[in-house]
């Protein structure tokens, strides 16, 4: 078997084998077949698509790539939730502490984030000395103890899928369906949930710019879920403005510890109840939707959804009194962002609200950026509000110099108009089984 022929196979259109599959992963991961025909197979894949027995065929041979995590030791089914990544985007932070204090058993393995904002990992150590590294045997103790850890990955699991995502970052083949499809699920099925709900983002801020492309690559995920035996939901949401009013590392942080409290964004909460319905429905918590969002309202108002944050948190060693009084999370100095027009806010572009925050110090460059976690955007204005000149929009924080570039930035992802607009709606579509 030669490289040379699997890359003149999937150029003319030809389905690849099993077997095919099988020997570009294997020779990939272990360096005898080289970077550059790698990039040729990936560029014909996009250009030629792959068939659904091809994506199984790939998503398998990644997680056989490396090691698998056995978390049969966690009593009852355990849940875990996946984002293809959207701009302020805080949900497992909320989501994760309120269905486990329903009694899910919540076990997310989480990796660093690259982008507009760090990852759900780098937000966690917003809170001092919370510790996200922890064994295999320590995460299944944790989530048997109190129902929820989240942790980095263990163990080397799908390295395949790691030096595949870096090529395709450097050569414009990250868009394709096929390859995301298979990169999240090959992930997500190698650290063993029995369930998984897929938060699918499409809009101005998410890989996905349109409903039918969101719509493909869910029926997909959900497909492959399937496939391996894993209850699989994808819902379809909004991300044509950012989802809540925080994007960065610390004041997500806030903005969940306030969801928590039942007093957070609107559209935040909108997005985890309806994940949290879903996820407790697939581990049979509860029989029908109405029961379940009923229990969703309670633990948000009693208080016991935030007590168990703080529960996780104290027990990964973190400081739980930051929880109790967020004033004290260090964010880095504040400068006010004034609006120029008077009318409503007509649009937000996400995609550039979260270029921005990167650019403050809230997200990484490279895998070597170091983030300040105290930078960040704070939105006052959304879209459908009302403005008049010199009216806040938006609160920079940042170390940076160069604020006034910073502030010019996000002032032109505003756009401000006479005719109130209402914000589109956030929950799309949710695709649960594929014919």
């Known amino acids: 078997m030669h490289m040379y022929d699997i890359i003149e196979k999937k150029k003319n259109g030809a389905v690849l084998s099993t077997d095919e599959i099988n020997f570009v992963i294997q020779g990939y991961t272990d360096g005898t077949i080289p970077d550059y025909q790698m990039s040729a197979l990936l560029m014909a894949i996009c250009l030629q ?7 199984f065929a790939l998503t398998k041979a990644m997680i056989e790539s490396g090691e698998t995590i056995d978390l049969s030791g966690i009593e009852g089914v355990k849940v875990d939730k996946h984002s293809t990544g959207g701009v302020g985007d805080t949900t497992s932070l909320v989501l994760g502490p309120l269905v486990a204090s329903l ?5 997310k393995m989480s990796g660093r984030g690259l982008g507009h904002t760090g990852g759900t990992l780098d937000k966690l150590e917003s809170i001092p000395g919370l510790c996200i590294d922890m064994s295999k045997e320590q995460f299944i103790d944790n989530t048997n103890a109190i129902k929820i850890a989240i942790c980095g990955q263990t163990g ?23 390859l995301i499809a298979s990169s999240i699920m090959s ?25 039918e492309a969101a719509t493909e690559l869910s029926q997909l995920m959900v497909v492959l879920g399937e496939q391996f035996k894993r209850k699989t939901v994808a819902v379809i949401t909004d991300m044509s403005e950012p989802l809540g009013r925080a994007v960065g590392n610390s004041v997500e942080v806030i903005e969940a510890i306030d969801t928590l409290q039942n007093k957070g964004p609107k559209d935040l909460k909108e997005l985890v109840v309806v994940l949290a319905e879903k996820l407790l429905l697939l581990a049979g918590a509860y029989d029908n939707p109405e029961d379940a969002r009923q229990g969703i309202e309670g633990a948000l108002s009693d208080g016991s959804a935030l007590s168990k944050f703080k529960e996780m948190v104290e027990l990964q060693g973190g400081d739980g009194s930051y929880l109790d009084d967020t004033s ?15 009318g409503y806010v007509q649009k937000i572009d996400a995609l550039k609200v979260g270029e921005v925050a990167k650019n403050l110090g809230a997200g990484r460059e490279t895998k070597e950026s170091i983030l300040d976690l105290g930078a960040g955007i704070y939105l006052h204005k959304k879209i459908g509000d009302r403005v008049e000149i010199g009216d806040v929009l938006a609160t920079l924080y940042t170390k940076k110099d160069d604020v006034d570039t910073a502030k010019a930035d996000l002032l032109q992802a505003y756009t401000i108009g006479t005719e109130k607009q209402d914000g589109s709606a956030l929950i799309l579509k949710v695709v649960d089984h594929v014919e």
């Open 187 to 211: 992930k997500k099925i190698a650290v063993g949930a029995d369930a998984l709900v897929l938060d699918v983002k499409v809009g101005s801020g998410a890989f996905m710019k349109t409903l």
């Open 49 to 55: 698509n792959m068939t659904v027995e091809e994506t």
């Open 103 to 107: 009694g899910v058993p919540f076990a």
């Open 156 to 178: 080397e699991v799908t390295p395949a899928d790691k030096k595949i995502y870096a090529l395709r970052d450097a050569t414009a083949t990250v868009n394709h369906k096929g």
């Open 328 to 342: 004290k999370f260090e964010l880095s100095p504040a400068f006010e962002l004034k609006s120029d027009a008077a």
